[in-house]
């Protein structure tokens, strides 16, 4: 073989490469090779086989030398990803640790990433609530953003072909702004949670709803599922470890086993793309630079489509790095926007209380979900003097109550004994953020990464319509909680804790029908370079209060299709 | 044992589909392994401190379990240098005082001797004798709660319940 003079050139090349393997460029692998198209999937991490490559799945929590607390050493050298939730003994390892991967933080910005095949969509909390017509038309109505090109009726059916796939669990609650999806069947509600959700429709006449959440886990799986070698969620709820089950949806267990079934799938892992090939000639993308994550060299790859999925701030980076003499600011960067207008989710404070009532029951068995509470703020009309609104997790638990007192013989009976105590509730923010041009993400001109890259420049903050919205939520809730009979309330805002951290970034790389105010056109393609599509969080053009993955699931296959008729047309 | 039945379910759910990984089957008690930042007869001391904390009765103490161990590691690896040295200077206090009330070493006390050190300790004006006790208590509680030993049989852990019910009446 070595003896043969192979093209090389011709070797690298194939119908479409994808940028990133985590949940979107999953979706852009499967939708792409299902549809026959040779193509190469690009992770700039290793390789996280699903099962054989969860090292942590099946340990106990006694075989954790710390019992998951993180040592010392490693949170003083990493404290950026030791703030997420998740980066615990068990999970650590599937976190971007600080000093490996530097950005500079204009404004503190907890930047959360996983550098592996499938991303983050190993260590995801799976909420998937879709998006409604009022977040998808509001930037029309109330003005905070540009219009987006796409309504929820475009959408929709490419929310049913995802749901159907990845399974996503729910309850048909027949709300306006949360459509209801292809269910699976839904967790149950906790005695409390539903004490909260009757209390709610009694006191507010409905308008407060309070409903199990919609997750991506296979409570009852169907033959598509099995055909995908997944099984049924057995209710751990140690899902960022990867479940060996696969039994929540990840790129792991799902959509790259089933576009490596194809045959037409090359996943190339170790490979970070510097940036995407123009052809001033051919007036469009060719392909795209990769650095090898070890030796550092340099390798040009060709595709006719180029799909950039590499996470929003990266997929940012990577259009900002793609410079040529036609675009000297960027690929598709005419009008100067790319990087700009970032938005987020506020989740910066929480909420807890307690309730006396309901002591004769418990919850058994472990639930890898919670309530949760959609946006009823500004919904149907403009009520408040913010923009916007927000959902909020909510969970009920009964708690164990241990009695530490005394030493020896005494303490040991104490620490035997069960003792329930009372109901305790919690609930968390999940805020829409306005898009503004001064939230932003640049290349530093100076400083590069260990792969002669420029390092991110990270400019994002709340402003006053978040903190207008925080206090919003505390009075809200705060009134809720009592009217149901909540007692103990307390408030626990964070105003230290910084952007990022809710690890649902999105924007830069907005989609809208004008090219002078937006880069992607309604099918995610660059108005000014049409092969190349842009469909994980960089796409979105507002952020909504729902959790965003379900949304850059559906746009992806939305544009995969899209991407595929065109090239069939000779269109690209 | 319960590894084992937990791995079977896995492969039963799939027809034996996924291949197990190498580490499925290498797993022992063991495997957390010992730490040793204290010399031998300060690391005996602890374990007397944590069995007088959680003694043995017709269940395991937390010596046994080797709680002291889990203590050791956690303030080695997780709380930083002034804890390891609060726990040096700690351990030279617990000595001080069973000898000032009783003559003779900490190890050498009776079990309502050695409380009453504990109990000494925690009412003591220096700050830094209730502290060490405070530290070590819960260390000890939390090593003893989170134990192999307390979570099978105590608490019934099932790492994979399979279910959730959001409304079970309490079993009195």
Known sequence: ???????????????????????????????????????????????????????????????????????????????????????????????????????????PFDWIRGYQVGGKSLMWARGTQRWSDYDFDGPARDGFAIDWPIRYADIAPWYSYVERFAGISGNKDGLPQLPDGEFLPPHEMACVEKHFSEQMAKHYNNTRPVIIGRCAHLTKPQPIHLQQGRGQCQNRSLCQRGCPYGGYFSSNSSTLPWAAKTGKMTLRTDSVVHSIIFDEKKNKATGVRVIDAHTKETKDYYAKIIFVNAACLNSNLILLNSKSTRFPNGLGNDNGLLGKYIAFHNFRTTISAEHEGFTDSITEGIRPNSSYIPRFRNVFKQETDFLRGYAAGFGANRVM?????????????????????????????????????????????????????????????????DEKMIKDFHEQMTEMLTVAGFMNIQTHDKPDKAPGLDIHEMGGVRMGKDPKTSLLNKWNQLHTCKNVFVTDGACMTSTSTQNPSLTFMAITARAADHAVKEMKKGNL | MQRRSAIKQVAVAFGGLISLPAWASNWTPESIGAVSFLPASDEDLLGELVETIIPETNTPGAKSLKVHQFAMRMIQDCYGEPAQNALKQGLVLVDQTAQQAYTKAFTACDTPQRLEVLTQMVNASDPAAKQFVELIKNLTIQGYRNSEYFMVNQLKYNMAPGFYHGCVSVIK
């Open chain 1, 1 to 107: 073989m070595s003896f043969l003079n192979i093209d090389s050139v011709k070797e690298r090349t194939f119908d479409a490469i994808v940028v990133g393997s985590g949940i979107s460029g999953g979706w852009a692998a499967k939708e792409l090779t299902g549809k026959g198209l040779r193509t190469l999937v690009l992770e700039r991490g290793r390789d996280v086989k699903h099962v054989t490559d969860y090292p942590t799945t099946m340990m106990q929590p006694w075989e954790f030398a710390h019992l998951g607390q993180m040592p010392k050493a490693i949170t003083d050298a990493n404290p950026i990803a030791s703030r997420c939730y998740a980066f615990r003994e068990d999970a650590a390892h599937f976190f971007v640790k600080d000093a490996e991967h530097p950005y500079v933080q204009d404004k």
């Open chain 1, 401 to 465: 109550n241990v009695d530490t007192a005394g030493m020896g013989e005494s303490l040991k009976t104490s620490l035997m004994e069960t003792k329930y105590g009372n109901w305790r509730v919690g609930s968390h923010m999940m805020g829409e953020t306005i898009p503004k041009e001064t939230n932003y993400v640049a290349l530093d001109p100076a400083l590069t990464d260990a792969w002669g890259i420029p390092q991110l420049r990270i400019s994002v903050a709340y402003d006053d319509n």
